[in-house]
Structure formats: structure tokens, C-alpha cells
């Protein structure tokens, strides 16, 4: 069912009552949207219950932070739900940009633990980054579209429980 190739998916590990959901890319697949698959780790949820979700950023270097949005609306209200559901956001090494603001995003509205080891990008740096295409050069640019806090001076991220990423994940 789930393959390296795809950017998130979500399995229900019932020996522990934890939905997993990894979320490698801020970006829609072409065979299926962030917003539809967040529908479709709502209804696992509510069809199997669970006490905890934990979204899996480790690996995720950014895109499009918002696209994970309709998935944070949903937690925020499924958490309230029963405070005493967990919601948790694993970061590590690899954890860019989006990736860092999705983190910080399910923290705050969805009351997130942030779990893991120190991301590869501190708070304060440059994001939502977008191409654009120089015809005469024939190549295209990236830029940046906002920042987060002072980008001079970037704070590392909070890690509420700390846990080393180990190569099965």
C-alpha cells in the first residue's frame, strides 16, 4: 500500500492507537491533492479512533506551507474533540523551509508536540519559495516570498521531546 514514491501518506498503527502521517513534500501529488488526502487521514481517524496523530516532517524540505493547512484545521478541531488526544510533529535534520513551518504551524494551532531532533533550518530564514523563468537566459530563478521572524537572526526550533531519527523511518 504505501511507497517511497509517493509525498505523504498515513497508516494507523494499532498496537499503539497512532495514526502516522508522512508528509515528505509541501506539494500536491499528480495523482492525489495534500487537501484530498487530508480528508482521507480524517476518516481513517475517525473510523479507527486513535489517541494520537503524529505528522511525519522529517524528510520534508518545503513547498507550498499551506497546502497542509486543511489537515491542521481538521487536528485543531478533532483535538478539542477529547483534550486528551495527542497530536505530534516529528522533525529532524532534514526537516526545510515549509517543512520547519508546517511544524510550527501544527504547534500552534493544533496544540502539536514537536518531536525529534533539531531541523535543518532554524526559525527566522526565508520561505514560500517560487520560480520564475528567464526566457532570454533560458533558465529559471528561485525566490523567496516571505520570511519568518528576522532572517538575520534565526532561533532553533523548540524540541518538546527530543528523539534521534534512526534510518527504519
Given at each position: ?62 513547498g507550498n506551507s499551506g497546502l ?27 526537516t526545510f523551509s515549509s517543512g ?70
Amino acid at each position: 500500500r504505501v511507497t517511497r514514491a509517493e509525498s505523504y501518506w498515513h497508516q494507523y498503527l494499532a498496537d499503539h492507537r497512532v495514526m502516522y502521517a508522512r508528509y515528505d513534500r509541501c506539494a500536491d501529488m499528480p495523482t492525489k491533492s495534500v487537501s484530498a488526502w487530508a480528508r482521507e487521514v480524517m476518516k481513517d481517524v475517525d473510523t479507527h479512533s486513535p489517541r494520537a496523530i503524529a505528522i511525519d516532517l522529517r524528510r520534508n524540505a518545503g513547498g507550498n506551507s499551506g497546502l497542509l493547512h486543511p489537515l491542521i484545521d481538521r487536528l485543531r478541531a478533532w483535538k478539542r474533540q477529547d483534550t486528551s488526544r495527542r497530536v505530534y510533529a516529528i522533525v529532524g535534520p532534514m526537516t526545510f523551509s515549509s517543512g520547519v513551518t508546517n511544524a510550527l504551524d501544527l504547534r500552534a494551532y493544533a496544540g502539536a508536540i514537536i518531536v525529534g531532533e533539531e531541523p535543518g533550518q532554524a526559525i527566522g530564514n526565508f520561505g514560500e519559495v517560487r520560480k520564475l523563468r528567464l526566457p532570454n537566459a533560458g533558465f529559471d530563478v528561485s525566490y523567496a516570498t516571505t520570511t519568518r521572524d528576522d532572517p538575520r537572526k534565526p532561533t532553533p526550533i523548540p524540541i518538546e521531546l527530543a528523539a534521534p531519527m534512526d534510518s527504519a523511518a
